[in-house]
């Protein structure tokens, strides 16, 4: 009986230890849920705090600001009516532009003593033209006016002299003689080829030649001049196919 009780009390006492040990476990395990639950709610509310701080400094920010606006700026008066007539303010006028003023032309720089000389060389070279009237299909005034183209030509070449007069007076080029009448009407049409000549050197186009550019000679028949473009052969001579600007006054004349 006694050692019948004796293991009973042994088999107990393994069985308590064995139980005890389970507990244990348990609880050790129960720890480390718990420990692992604690650390989880800290990396949870480690993530969450950034965004809250940035919220609470964002807050401040601006209650800041707008205190310190509403320092600085100063409120605006408060606006009372008008009263009494109403003040009209006429607007100042407008500055009128000044108008840009257009180059003046320079004058023609041939004097009236050249022109007198011109209008002596055309007196003997082809003044009788006018007693043969409309000829070659223009008039006798567009042949007269070549005379003076003719000289004109020779002026604007680097080959002759650079004035007219020397032009017109160089030996044996033009029938230049001294006491040689200046008639009024010569006169004109000479001032007339000039200045359609200074016309043509400053731009203009379509000027009324009644000669090209680049006949330098002429001679005469006893009745009417034939101008051509060298002095020897072969030359061109001239055909009269340019417009006539003195057609009809040379049938008013």
Not at 108 to 114: L, R
Not at 158 to 184: G, K, M, Q, R, S
């Amino acid at each position: 009986m006694g050692e019948n009780r004796n293991e009973l009390l042994r088999v107990a006492r393994r069985q308590a230890k064995v139980i005890i040990a389970q507990w244990v476990t348990i609880l050790v395990l129960i720890a480390a849920i718990i420990v692992l639950a604690v650390n989880l709610s800290k990396v949870e509310a480690a993530a969450l705090e950034p965004e809250e701080t940035v919220e609470l400094i964002d807050e401040e920010v601006v209650a800041e600001t707008a205190v310190m606006e509403a320092a600085i700026v100063p409120k605006a008066p408060a606006v009372r009516p008008l009263t009494g007539p109403r003040v009209v303010i006429p607007e100042a006028p407008l500055p009128t532009p000044e108008p840009t003023p257009e180059p003046t032309p320079e004058p023609c720089p041939i004097t009236e003593d050249e022109l007198a000389v011109l209008t002596k060389v055309m007196y003997r070279e082809c003044g009788a033209l006018s007693w043969r009237g409309t000829q070659f299909g223009v008039s006798y005034k567009a042949r007269q006016a070549a005379v003076a183209w003719c000289a004109f030509n020779r002026l604007d070449d680097p080959n002759y002299p650079d004035t007219l007069t020397a032009v017109l007076t160089y030996p044996y080029a033009f029938a230049y003689i001294t006491d040689t009448p200046v008639p009024e009407d010569l006169f004109e049409l000479a001032r007339d080829v000039a200045e359609r000549w200074w016309a043509e050197k400053q731009g203009t186009e379509d000027v009324g030649r009644t000669l090209p550019s680049n006949y330098f000679f002429f001679y005469g028949d006893g009745k009417e001049n034939h101008f051509r473009d060298a002095y020897q052969a072969p030359y061109n001579t001239w055909d009269w196919s340019l417009p006539d600007p003195y057609m009809e006054a040379s049938y008013d004349d």
